[in-house]
């Protein structure tokens, strides 16, 4: 724990969100988790190949259109986000540079025979996190296994640091919108938390000259102003970049936060992500990606990348209305522990398993409510032994599994790629009692990746 601390793997406490003058170690394992090595090199040489995926489906508006049809009309939030995309499209897009920074999260799926396979579960397009805490994680567990004796063991971890590469993707993005005197603005909650860890990213910028503020949609709502040329003004500040860590959970917009995302894509500013990137993270994308010739649709001339991509594939089912979602809903019902009920939503808890999934899916299955969910086939990983650091919590031995996530950073102006990159990893660790969950909803842990 006072590796911990002295790494600065760090968060406030939930009595006092908003203050740093308590704060707490972040949650993570005592121990390094083995990770098969095949695996992990996989998930990494996917990577670009979905930051070049995610890029196509955000810049292809009939794709958009056409899969999220169904969505939007039971789906709320969604349906809000699309207006704005269309209204923005309409109005003629003012930002030139498109920078994408993402996470692909993905488990480790126990055949009947013992190997194991990579398989995605999502993929986060907007305020992907731990970038920053999970750059000093390994340090902790270096020192833990150097305590242990484990001196060999200890020089194999691999040094991880995405704070950094997030940082690059958005120097360059605030290098190519062309005023040194703009700034990077951070979009952030009311309730600030994990703070550290987007300081993390902050003050690479910082070494970099580049100024940032920090800023809510109630600001941006009193604040913010576009000039003639739809310049984005904060209190008189120009912004070059909007990094949102902030504006993926419904329950955060009333109508001035609204009004205020409007503002922010219809600006020359740099959005990460911009809204049509962050539709491109729809879980309803996602399955749609998964059928039979769509890949080679939005990646014509990338046979190879879409070989990549495939093979991560989980099983992913529509449950749009007529006889396939008919069909695909009565499966799950019948025998719901082969399943995830998957929501159009991210920040983690909101996938349903089990006899809860059963119980939604019977009730909302002749409505067309069902649209607005995905069916996943259900990861079974190998579990492992490992202790899960809490503040408060006794220290016991738990079955635990593990996610891993790579983070990607693109940067194109106009057409050209001028940026493509996976900068680093995070392992996230769970006791197997908790189906779903990350650290920001206090249920995984940080870890390290121990190559196997």
Known sequence: VDAALLAGVLMRTGEQPNASDVVNYAPFTLLPSAVPRALFEQAYAVQQDFNLLV????????????????????????????????????????????????????????????????RQIEINTIAASFGGLTSRTADVHRLVLKVLGKSEEASQLLPNNPAKGLALGIAKAWELYGSQRAVVMFLVEEVQRNIFD?????????????????????????????????????DGQEVAVVYYREGYMPQIYNEQNWEARLLLERSRAVKCPDIATQLAGTKKV??????PGTLEKLLPGHPEAIARIRATFAGLYSLD????????????????????????????????????????LE????????????????????PALNYLL??????????????????????????????????????????????????????????TPYLV
């Open 390 to 447: 809490r503040a408060h919590s006794p220290l016991q031995a738990s079955k635990c599994i593990s996610e891993l996530g790579i983070f990607g950073v693109y940067v194109r102006q106009g057409q050209e790629l001028v940026l493509n990159q996976a900068p680093g990893h995070l392992l996230r660790t769970k006791a197997i009692e908790h189906a779903d969950g990350g650290v920001a909803a206090g249920v995984a842990v940080l870890d």
């Open 363 to 382: 009730k909302i299955k002749d409505s067309p409510e069902r649209t607005s969910y995905i069916l996943m086939d259900k990861i079974k990983p190998q």
């Open 321 to 360: 209305e007529g006889e396939e979602g008919d069909r695909i809903a009565a499966t799950a019902i019948a025998d719901p522990d082969h399943f995830v009920l998957k929501p159009q939503r991210e920040g983690g808890g909101n996938n349903l398993y089990g006899e809860e999934l059963r119980e939604v």
């Open 55 to 118: 890029d196509a489906v955000s810049q292809n508006k009939e794709f958009l259109e056409q899969t999220l049809a169904s969505t939007i009309k039971v789906d709320d939030f969604t349906a809000r986000l699309f207006r704005i995309y269309m209204q923005v499209l309409e109005e003629g897009l003012a930002q030139t540079v498109v920078l994408g920074i993402n996470r692909s999260d993905y488990m480790f799926d126990c055949g009947l025979d013992g190997t194991a396979a990579l």
């Open 198 to 234: 987007q300081r993390c990213v902050e003050n690479e910028l910082w070494n970099r000259n580049i100024r940032v503020v920090r800023k809510r949609f109630q600001d941006v709502f009193e604040q913010g102003s576009l000039d003639a040329s739809r310049r984005l003004y904060m």
């Open 286 to 291: 996602q399955q749609e990606l998964s059928r």
